[in-house]
């Protein structure tokens, strides 16, 4: 069955330094990856959308990339700030617009 | 500029009890629209994926059922409440038409079953 891993656990950074989150995939081939921010009891918010043949995607601080053989996504927030932490969920899609999600990141930048 | 609506945001309601969640999209046409849960510290599970009026795909078996009577109205029902029902219900919408597209979602409904 398909299967999306992000690190359960959080990750700890000092503000000012470069947080890196990971997705991996397995059983799936997809047609593009996106990620989302969702802070505690709202819904999530898109960030970014990278599509199969693209390696790389930057946006402001934000910069994805997209392994398909690797079978796996990094999520890069440069000189990152305490308003960055919160929740970063990875999602796979195909045609037809479905997304499957990861369980999340919790990302707290600690000032 | 599209705004998307849920509501109650929040809900307790008994086990056995029938439920009714509401969402509405503003400023767009055709949308797709979705129905997600969210039990604590998880990821999101789709439930229900709707692409016009009255189609409606369900991806999970469960007691819950969706209905689309209008364009930009989506509606998540239960007749009878489980415990695990519980969870955080979030409702989205994507652009039509689109192979895609990003998803807007909305400030979504906490549920408690007791």
């Known amino acids: 069955s398909q299967k999306i891993e992000q690190n359960s656990e959080a990750l700890n950074i000092q503000e000012g330094k470069t947080a890196t989150l990971t997705c991996n995939y397995t059983?799936?081939?997809?047609?593009?990856l996106q990620w989302y921010r969702q802070d505690p009891g709202r819904g999530p918010v898109f960030l970014l959308l990278i599509r199969e043949n693209e390696k790389e995607k930057r946006k402001e601080r934000l910069k994805v990339t997209f392994d398909t053989t690797l079978k796996q996504s990094l999520f890069h927030i440069t000189a990152s700030q305490p308003a960055d932490s919160a929740t970063y969920l990875c999602?796979?899609?195909?045609?037809?617009?479905?997304?499957?999600f990861g369980g999340g990141t919790r990302l707290m930048v600690k000032p | 500029s599209q705004t998307i609506h849920q509501w109650p945001a929040t809900l307790v309601q008994p086990v056995g009890s029938p439920l009714s969640l509401e969402c509405t999209v503003e400023?767009?046409?055709?949308?797709?629209l979705y129905w997600y849960r969210q039990a604590a510290g998880r990821g999101l599970q789709l439930l229900f994926y709707s692409i016009g009026i009255d189609q409606i795909s369900s991806e999970v078996p469960q007691n819950l059922s969706a209905s689309r009577p209008q364009d930009r109205q989506f509606i998540l029902s239960s007749k009878k409440l489980l415990l695990s029902d519980s969870g955080f219900y979030l409702c989205a919408w994507s652009p039509g038409q689109r192979g895609w597209s990003e998803q807007y979602f909305g400030p979504g409904t906490r549920l408690t079953v007791t």
């Open positions: 059983n799936y081939s997809p047609a593009y």
């Open positions: 999602a796979l899609g195909n045609a037809g617009n479905m997304l499957t």
């Open positions: 400023g767009t046409s055709n949308p797709n």
